[in-house]
């Protein structure tokens, strides 16, 4: 009995040990990355062509205040440093603090060298320090603007409007041709009118008296047509009739 009794407080540290070992593990396994955002801001200040510790601590101030303000992350932020403590206006040069769980990011690799590259390495190691709310800074707001989206492709020229043209030329040809049209009818009209005063002249004459005198009267007569193209003719048509013989 004695010998479990002492077993218990045993297995019970030995969970505890456990938890504590694998907290970091399980805490870095829910911290987002945002690598690509860093390497973008790297790339838009111009480092590690700038291969100063400033530049480094530049580019980790831009990158905190891009997560917190730009994505709206507060769980983001930088780490204090205290005075006489390798810093970038009082924040570590190269990393970021994860406020949940006091795990710190390094963002900036062999900050200040050369070989110097952007990165995104929790520092999970049970080994590892953890920081309390009172290492958090806010960042301040990003001190410079992400470049805009390319121009998007300007939307294609809309096909050439060539019917338009082409009907305004048939309407127009075809107003000329019926102007035509009307013209020679109007002109074949009046000849059909004359040839049927002529025909008349004939008629008379055929009917003529024996003398085969006539005695005509030129007398204007007003003809029309209410046919499909309607026309009014004022013409001259020879009213005859056979000579009387004399009493």
């Known amino acids: 009995m004695t010998h479990a009794r002492t077993r218990l407080p ?9 938890i504590l070992l694998l907290a970091p593990s399980l805490w870095a396994q829910s911290i987002p990355s945002y690598r690509s955002l860093a ?48 810093q970038y206006l009082g924040h570590g040069i190269d990393v970021l603090l994860h406020r949940p769980t006091g795990i710190v990011v390094d963002i900036v690799t062999a900050s200040g060298t050369p070989a110097s590259r952007t990165s995104w390495q929790v520092q999970n190691k049970a080994t ?28 294609p020229d809309p096909p050439a409007d060539t019917l338009t043209p082409r009907v305004t030329a048939l309407e127009q040809r075809a107003a000329e041709q019926a102007a035509q049209v009307a013209s020679q009818a109007a002109a074949l009209a009046e000849l059909m009118e004359r040839l049927l005063a002529l025909a008349q002249r004939v008629a008379i004459l055929e009917h003529a008296g024996p003398g085969g005198e006539l005695v005509c009267v030129e007398v204007e007569v007003e003809t029309s047509r209410d046919s499909w193209l309607p026309h009014r003719h004022t013409i001259t048509v020879p009213l005859c009739k056979p000579k009387e013989p004399p009493k």
């Open 128 to 155: 590892d320090p953890r920081y309390d709310e009172s290492y958090f800074i806010v960042p301040p707001k990003p001190a410079t603007t992400p470049p805009p989206d390319p121009d998007p492709e300007p939307d």
């Open 10 to 18: 045993l297995v019970g540290l030995l969970a505890v040990i456990l």
């Open 39 to 86: 390497e973008t801001v790297a790339k838009e200040l111009g480092y590690p062509n700038r291969t100063s510790e400033d530049g480094a601590g530049q580019v980790t101030r831009e990158v905190a205040a891009r997560i917190y303000w730009t994505v709206g992350d507060h769980d983001f932020g930088l780490l204090r440093k205290k005075p006489g403590q390798t």
